[in-house]
Every structure is written in C-alpha cells, then in structure tokens.
C-alpha cells in the first residue's frame, strides 16, 4: 500500500457538533428562502424538478432580433442525419440540409428541392407504380456555392444503401432498384416491385440530400472521417459555422439560399445540455431561448412555466399502448424459451378475457389527470394522419360490464383467495415497463382497475436502458416480453401506416428462432390480418388503401389484443416572439425554419 | 530514488491493465446500446440496426474489442465516438479548456481559502469564529452541488438578472468587456464548487493541526521563545500538511474529469458533461476513455505524493 492512501485512512476529528445548533438555523432559513417562491412540489415527479429555479421576475430577455436562440437539452452530436443515433441530432441537421420534399399535418406533400409533385396526371408516377420522376428546382446551390443537380440525389442513394456506411434510414432504401439522373434537373427512381410508399425514400425526416462533391470520398468505412459530419454543406436556409459536438451549434444565413432575401436571421445558435425543467423554464418563463425542443415535462409543471412562452403540442403517430402476451412467460420450452409460441397464454388467448381488461381500462382518466396536455385517450392502433383513422372503433370504461364477462367465461374465484380462476389457473398477472414516473402512474391506474375485478397485477419496472435496448441476451427487453402485460409507445413516424400495420403480422414475432428480432412482441398471429396486410401493401390505389389500414386498425382493435391507451403528443415550446412555427409530425420542427420570424 | 521511480512504474503497468480490463468489462457487459433511442422505431428495422452495430464495431466478442481498444490506446489512437463518429481525443481536447478553467480556477480558490480558514479555526478552537469556521464547512460538505447551483441561479439569474444561467462557451475573450462576460458566466459554477471543496480541504487543515498543536516540539518551539508565525509556519504545517498534501495530489485527477452535476446544471460544456452524456447514449469509447485516463491521472499523481512526502517529511524513506 502507498503511503499516500495510507496516510488518508488517518482518522478525522470533527469538532464542530457544537456548531449544529447555528447550522439548523441557517439551514432553515435558507429552506425557507427557496420555499416561500417554489411550486407546490408535483407529486413524485422527476427529480430533475428539483433542480429547476423558479420566480415570478425573469431575466432580461434577448433583445436581438436578428439572433434565434434555440435550446435543445438533448444536445447534438453529429450533422449528418443518416448516421445519427437520435431524433436530436436529425433536428439540427434539418436547419442546413433538405429532403426532396417532405409532408405536411394532413400528411400532403410540401416540396423542397422538388420542383413538382409526381403524379400520374403530369408523368410523375407510372401507372404500374413502379417508377417516379422527380422534377428538381433549377439553379439550386450548396452553401459552398456549388450547383445542386440529380447527380446528388443519386448519390445520396448510393451512400444510403452503402452497408459500410450504416445508415439508419437504409430499410425504406432497400425497395429501390435503381436511381438515375435523367438530365440535371431530371431524377428517375426505378422500384424493385410496384411500391404504393413510393413516397418515403428523398422525403421527410429520412430524405435529406447530400453534396457528391463533399461526401464522395467517405462513400465507405471512412465515413466517419468525413469533416462534413461535423460542418455539414447543405442547401438550407442556415448553414454552419462552429459546432461542438454535445455542446452548441452556431448557424449564419446562407448566402446561397434560393430564398436568401427573406430569412429574418443573421445568427441561429443552438445551445445544447442541461435539463427539460430547466429548458422549459428558459423558453416559458424568463425568455433566455425563443425555442424549447422536446420539453418532457409533467402536465402539472409545465403549466405553471408562463409569461415569455406557449407549450406547442404536435399529435403524430405515436401511442400508448398495453400488449398482452399471447404466449406463456412462465412456462419454458425443453430448450429453455419462455414466451415461446409453442406455450399459448392460459387465459390472455381467450378473447373475453381480453374483452374484460379493455373494459376495465381508464383511458380517459389516463389522459386527463396523467397526460393533461400532452396526451388524448384513443380506442385506436393507427392513430394519424387522420386520414387513416378509424371512425368505427370507440372504447368504454365499465368494470360491471368486465367482472360480468368473466363470470359468464367461467372465470370465477373457487378457491375464495380473491382471485379468479378457472381449471386450477389462476389469475395472475406481471404487468412492466421502462421506469418512467409517468408510466408508473399508469401502471398504478391500471393495477387498480384489474384488481377491482379480481385480478391479481403485480408491477415490474425496468430502466429505459434496458428495456428497450433490443439486446437479445437479455431476458428483461420488451421484444422477450418475459410477462403477461407491458406497456410502452410506438407509432408509425411517417405518413404511410404500412411499416408500423407490419409489425402485428405473424413474420415480425420475436422468438429465439430469429435472435428476438421483431416489433411483435405480444406474438399476435392471425392469418386473416397478415393477408389484409399483403394486400395492402400491393394496393396502388389511394382509396382502396386507406380502406384496407383502416379494415386492419379494426381487427386489431377488435381482436383487443393491442390496447392502445393514449395518443401522444410531442411538445416543443415557443417564445411568444417567434412566429412563422409551423410543425408537422412527419418532420423535424425545424423543417420550416426558413419562414421563422421574432418580432 | 531513479530505482524507486522505476519499481512504482512497473508496478503501475499491470495495475493499469487490470483497471482497464475491469472498466471495460462494465461497460461491454452493461445493457444498452447506442441504437436504443431507435428500438421501437419500426420506420428502422432490425437489420438496419444490426448494419450499424456492426459498423460500429460491437458484433465482435468482448476480448478482439477490448485487445483491439487496448492496442489503439497504447499507440495514442483512443477510438471513435458512437453518437457523433469524430475521434474521442477532439472531443475531450474540446472541452478540456473548460473545465480546466471552471474546476481549475474553483480548486486554487477553495485551497487558499481553506488554508487561513483551517489554521485560524484550529487555533481559535471552540471560539465563535471557530464555530462560525466548521458551521459553514458543515453546510458546504452536506449541501449537494445540485441544491447550491439551483440556490444561485434563483437567487442571481432569475431574481435578480445579474448573471446568466446558459454558459455560452462560444465566447472569446479578447477584450476587458469579454472578460467580465466570461466571469460572469462562470462565477456561480465556481462559486458552488469552492463552497464544497474549501469545506473539504478546511475541515483536513484543520484536524491535522489539532493533532500536532499539543506535540512536544511545538512547546519547544515556544519555549525557545520563537514567535508564533514561525512555529506556525516552519514547524507545525510542515507536518501538518502532509495528509493535505496527499489529499489535494488525489483530487487533481478530478480536476480533469470535471464536476458532473455542476456542469450539467449550469450547462458548462465540461468533461464532466460530456462524461454523462455518454452514459446516457451508451457511448462507450468516450466513457471508456475518459474512466482510463482518470485511473492514469490517480496513478501517477499518486505517486507524485509519496515522492513530496521525502521533502516534506525526511523521516520517510522511499527505498522500502
């Protein structure tokens, strides 16, 4: 042992007990300080409330009008949307590059690089679905100065689909047969089979454009030399001059944007890290930033945050749902597989089962005590763009209704333990999640509601890490699904439901046999849904598709066997300043930053 | 004394080895991976996630990855981060300024604040400005950071609009009105360390002059009729200072890795921040990287303090 750690076990006197009494006081006092202004502590929240300040007078607000400051707690590490492993990153690299063309709310097309829509009508679309040319706006330039041209696009592909590359928007690549540059201004996409999704690939959050010139070195391995990762050239309405990974974002107007004249900012900084709490308050209370990203705040704080701000609520695919396995989690298979479809569930394979639980669930005091603003109750899997939305479905709330059905099932507590059973199965049930105090709230809600008609439910919560880590060794992810309800949220990212309807048909049920691959994790299997499906994803025409997702949202619905809770909502917050915000859920909220203005 | 150095540096090496193979253990076998925030996306399938794992390097078994890091270490080359694919090295050479200046500047202050306070608080033991003395290292050794840096920012950023709450690390400095900008900005993050660290060092000071104020030789000293400044000075911290020596040469790799909760709260680009955010993103390389550099730094500065113990202390003998 080192004399220095030696020395360092010597024994400290502390002498100072007679010092605790003036201690208290001081301490007191300061409690008292911080008390008398706080906000009534929400119960149980996040503990990162408590790192928050909080008063009535705010700081004196940015006067400059030409400068937009935009706080972002998840901060940015990487400009280059397609290598990035977080929405946060693809936010920042919207405000330098573009896609083609991108979507609206409704889901309709807003172009960007694109100089018309491709339809059937202008010779856009092919009539057998199998070819798109993209028509591009002409004298379009880098912010380097260099002329954009299809070439760009065609090498955007080929970097895309690059597996050295890794990029994460390679799957709606993969349909692609091939891409040519027509003439300068000319793109034709050529698909592998009729493809009705013509429109994921060059569009939305997956379809910025990137420079040839700049990237075509780092088409490989090397990628991650590539400089443009960090000072990305784009065609955007900004474009970079300083980024520091993890930190901050500095952005001048770009000179060579088609619309140069009309960006009301010199200087765009983005400043990264920190607290949603504290962010919110910035860009709610005492107007330090003009812009909040992803404020994951409980209801009952964010609405106390007012004075310089607005919380702006974007409804977009994303939903609360409950799964019940339809596969035992307490039975192993001889090679030692729980939730094995070779193990049906005991008593969540009866559909009146299933029937009893939907009923049982809360939806509306979920969404309201729970979600508040940022939340509503919905009987729906698809759940946007409202034009996939089912108008058929409704859900009720009737626990009389449930213990009624169970008892009529045969569900009937025999043995006078307090919980149902039938044929010596008793009722039990492990219901878990990602730790997260807003789900643990649910859970509670839940367990309840089930217990009130004799069920027993106990909770399990798992860390976010884990849970949704996909990592097949490990028994606790949702895709083992190792109990009998889980709880967590998905939703389709882009306007085109068929990729999430995917994920309910029998191929995407995770089990051993494929490593635990696949978004099915409740190991839904109905045929009759997988051939809708098939269907569906063959239909060209617009009408008969909508009706098919909407047929396939109602089996699922239906069926009971995905309980969607709560439509979700993502919440950004503006300054009262800043006009121009125009967020749509299949973009990033920086789309139309090029519109932004600050009074 | 060059024999000495020679063994503790060889003895150094396996010691090393054995704390990067444990660092790496942990962070191979924890669960997640910088994928997650995408695991539910079905827009990114499973295979495209795989591709990137791949790409990354994390479908190897653990013993190629880690002899494959460990040869990349010794030669210089500390990876590439998973989030943002830029070499490991930039990113803590980004940041190191920072923290180098706000947990710097914070441990020089609380040092030569917390030597008067600890020497006047042992020599005026039991008097009110004693118990004023401990009362205040109490408050600052029992107050978390998170409380103190939420206090502040109440107090000076909300309430009184004096100093900003966002650390703007895009300033430079080049003139006298950059300058007070910067100090500013950096007054509350080091205002809430040195209430800690001077608590810390000043409760040592302390004890460890208690302890030598009643030895024989500090009667002489007296006797001899020398003034109490000299006793002080030559006689009682010499000695006194040895276990502060040690404590302060074990809290300068510190210096290096940052004060995580203070820089996340006033959002100082730091290599503590950094040090978190890479837990968080599962960024093993960085969190790797920095972990090993900070077991390097505790080595050497180890070391460095059982060789100040030969000049301040000759009784000590290295050659054991």
Redo the contacts between chains.
Sequence with gaps: M????R??K?P?????A???A??SA??LT?LA??GCDSPPASDSSAPSD??????S????ATTDSSTLRL?YWQ?P??L?PH?????K?IEASRIALEPLASYGEDGNMVLFLAAEEPTVENGGLSEDGTRVTWKLKPDVKWSDGTPFTAEDVVFTYEFLTN??????????YEAIASVTAIDATTVEVVFKQPNPSWFLVFMGT?GMILPKHIYEEYNG?N??EAPA??MPVGTGPYRVT?F?????I?FEANPNFRDADNLAFERV?L?G???AT?AAR?VLQ?G??DFGYNLQVEASVLEQLTGAGQVVSTYGGDMERILLNQTDPNQATAGGEISSLEIPHPFLTDPIVRQAINLALDRDTIADQLYGPTGEATANVVVAPSQFVSPNTSYTFDLEQAATLLDEAGWVDSNSNGIRDKDGVEMEMVFQTSVNPLRQKTQEVVKQSLESIGMAVEIKSI????Y????PA?P?T?ARFAADLQM???G???PDPL??L??FTCGDIPQKANNW???NSARYCNPEYDALWDTAAKELDPDQRRELFIQLNDILVEEAVILPLVHRATTVGVSDRLQGLNPTPWDLNTWSIATWRKE | MPTYLLRRTLTALPTLAIISVIIFLVLALTPGDPMSEFANNPAISEEVRANIRRVLGLDQPIPVRYVKWAWAFVRGDMGYSFTSRSPVVDLIVQRLPTTLWIVGTAYILSALLALPLGIISALKRYSIVDQGITTLAFMGISLPPFFTGLLLIIIFSVKLGWLPFIYDSTLSVTNWQSFMQQLRQSMMPIAVLVLFQTAVLMRYIRSSLVEELPQNYVRTAYAKGLSQFIVIWRHILRNALIPVVTLVALDIPTVFTGALITEQVFRVPGIGALLIDSILRNDTPVVMAIAFIYAILVVVFNLLADLLYVILDPRVQLNR
């Design positions: 080192s004399n220095a750690v020395l360092l010597k400290l006197s502390w002498r100072g007679r010092g605790f003036t201690l001081i301490a300061l300080l911080t408590s790192t928050i300040p909080d008063s007078a705010s700081a004196p706080l901060a590490t990487i280059n290598l990035s492993t977080g929405t990153d597996p050295e590359v890794g990029a994460n928007s390679a799957k709606a997956g391995a990628v991650r990762n960090l300083e520091k990974p993890g930190d901050v500095l900084e400043k890290g920190g607290d504290s910035a005492t330090d930033a860390d976010a890490s884990i949704f880590s996909g990592d490990n606790d949702l967590y949220t998905t389709n990212t882009d990729d999430y995917e994920s691959v696949g978004y």
